[in-house]
Every structure is written in C-alpha cells, then in structure tokens.
C-alpha cells in the first residue's frame, strides 16, 4: 500500500468507517421500513429487475451523509453514476438489496454498505430492519450480529447442509441460468432456500444458518459488504473456479470449508 494511503487505512479509521457504515445501514433501513407499510411505487429497469421509491430514498440520505462526512471518498451505489476522486477509499452501496421482495411486500431485504481500501474490503455492515439484526465486520478482526462475535456452522457434509442461491435477472431470457446447477446441489444437500437478497444470503452464511450459497451475474454492491462478513465468519469465499472472489466477479460461492469442495464440484 502506497505511504499516502496507510493514514487513511489506518486501524483507527477503519474502526471509524466501520462504525459509520452501521450508523447508516441502520438509519436508511429505518426509512426503509416505514416504507414498507405504506403503498409503494415501483418502476422497472428490466422485465424482472424493479426500483422503488425506496430504492431512491434511502441511497440519497446514504450519499448525502457520506459525502458531507467524507467528501473526497469514491462512491459506488447501485441507483446513480459512480462518485470518483483520487481517494483510496471507496464506498460501496445497495440501498435496498432484495427490491423485488419489498416491491411484493415480502419481509426479506436489507441495506448493504461495504468500504474498501485500494480495491481490498476493510469494512462492512449489512442491516435487516424488520428483524432488526445488524451483521459487520471489520477485515482481520472478525464478524457480528448486533454485538455479538459470529462463525459458520460446524456442518462437515453437502447432505446434511442447507443451501440458498438465486436467479439472475436476465433469467427469461438466457440459457446461462443457475436452472442446471441448483438441480445439482438439491440433488445432494438437505435443502435449498432462494431468499431473494445476496447480503442477506452471505451473512446467513456468517451466522451459520446457511452452509453453502452460490449465485452468478451478481453485481459490486450485491456483495461488497456480505462477502467479507462471511469470510471474517470463517467461510471460503471464492469465485465458481475456485480462485479468490473479489467484488468486480460476476459469480460467487461462501461456505463451511469442510463441505466447500464438495459443493463447488457441483457447479463448476
């Protein structure tokens, strides 16, 4: 890391970025749950792909508190063009991942925020208002849900696992569509659970209610905050050949190791 970026990466201010990422998952899952028990708008970017009111609420009180606190960092939301300066640090934002579920009024979404250093993931907060858990984690340290330390399951076989992935938006249209390898893993695991949100999916698998998640055509803010959560939990988080995942990848799979190797083979 260049001298220049070691002060603003220091373990000080990635406790701070940390810290805010939380305050401010929270406060926009707030407004998202106020949200959701009133009529909703809904517009469509695809056939399948949908972006509410609250979509656009929530990712502008999340940049315009972040550019006020930190002005020159990098920005990366899903509803707007990319924020970019000289900055090491970038911030990387789904204001309300699993919108279909919120537009259909189905209680399962969150807010996501996830802070990187020079490309590398320091930080992150995935927030579930309706449940009111809080999942973080800060790069070397460890992971949480609400205050308390998280791991992975202790489940060693692909049968006795509970699984989850999801389909990509362009589904209808497409051959490359998840169908082949979800036939695969139901086949041997004990279950599959689609849940409709990427963050939540990853930090399931941090707390050890998932065991094995996999899923392509994702995007950086799907899983920017989520991936590193369920590494700091313990999981193996990687792309679908195996080699180090990193949030530019289209494709992910995070589970137990014991039961990875095995589930991978499946979907390679």
């Known amino acids: 890391m260049p001298k220049s970026n070691k002060k603003i990466c220091s373990a000080r201010l990635v406790a701070e970025y940390a810290a805010f990422a939380c305050e401010l998952s929270m406060e926009a899952g707030a407004l998202l749950k106020r949200a959701y ?7 469509h970017k695809g056939p399948i792909d949908l972006v509410t009111s609250a979509d656009i609420a929530s990712e502008k009180l999340i940049v315009g508190k972040l550019k006020k606190k930190y002005p020159r960092h990098n920005i990366l939301a899903e509803e707007r063009e990319e924020i970019i300066s000289d900055s090491a640090i970038r911030w990387v934002i789904d204001p309300l991942d699993g919108t279909t579920n919120f537009a259909h009024g189905y209680p399962a979404f969150c807010v996501s925020i996830g802070v990187q250093c ?6 992150g907060a995935v927030y579930d208002p309706l449940r009111n858990e809080l999942f973080s984690a800060i790069a070397g340290r460890g992971a949480w849900l609400r205050k308390k330390r998280i791991h992975i399951s202790a489940t060693k076989k692909l049968a006795n696992a509970l699984c989850t992935t999801g389909f990509p938006y362009d589904v209808h249209e497409t051959g490359k569509d998840n169908l082949a390898n979800f036939r695969r893993i139901i086949k041997q695991a004990r279950g599959i659970r689609r849940g409709g949100s990427a963050a939540l999916d990853l930090s399931y698998v941090a707390c050890g209610r998932f065991d094995f998640y996999w899923e392509m055509k994702l995007s950086p803010w799907d899983t920017a905050a989520a991936s590193l959560i369920a590494k700091e939990a313990g999981a193996k988080v990687t792309d679908f050949s195996g080699k180090p995942f990193s949030i530019e990848k289209k494709e992910i799979a995070a589970g137990v190791p014991a039961l990875y190797k095995e589930a991978l083979a499946l979907i390679r």
């Open 118 to 123: 020079d490309g590398v993931a320091i930080a």
């Open 37 to 43: 028990y009133r009529p909703r708008s809904i517009s």
